[in-house]
């Protein structure tokens, strides 16, 4: 994801990435995704910031965000199973969107050896020699 649209989620959501942690708890690694899924993280993140802020709760901190297999792949520490319900509805969610320009319309999947979540237009766009094979989600 553009160095941009990390910063926005960060500065909107800055209980989500603490700076007051050890090196080995910090989100050290940046979002590993591309900028289609930018909606879909912002109203998770949105989403985790009015459940922790109405129920009282403290809020969790984000350890991963990865592309991982074609999904979002996500880990916060100090969640609770609300928290892990809205994060795995957002992993699904990432099945159905394109992770290059977040449209949920012809959304399938490349296979082996790199598998990602896209439009037929973003996989046709993004080929550039690469030989990767794309088929529609059912």
């Not at 160095?3 to 990435?17: C, G, T, V």
């Not at 909606?39 to 922790?52: A, E, Q, V």
């Not at 992770?99 to 996989?123: A, D, H, K, S």
Request: charged share 20%; with cysteine.
């Amino acid at each position: 994801m553009k160095r941009a649209n990390q910063e926005i989620l960060k500065s909107k959501y800055p209980k989500l990435f603490p700076t007051s942690l050890s090196a080995e708890g910090k989100f050290t690694t940046g979002f590993q995704c591309q900028d289609g899924w930018f909606t879909l993280l912002d109203n998770l993140f949105g989403s985790i910031y009015r459940y922790c802020s109405s129920d009282n709760k403290e809020y969790p901190y984000l350890v991963y965000l990865k592309s991982k297999f074609g999904y979002l792949a996500i880990h916060f520490e100090n969640s609770d199973e609300v928290i892990f319900g809205m994060k795995h509805m957002a992993s699904h969610m990432s099945t159905r969107t394109c992770e290059f320009c977040g449209t949920m319309r012809n959304v399938g999947q490349t296979q082996m050896p790199w598998i990602y979540t896209c439009c037929e237009l973003c996989y046709e766009g993004n080929q550039q020699g690469k030989d990767l094979t794309w088929a529609p989600n059912d």
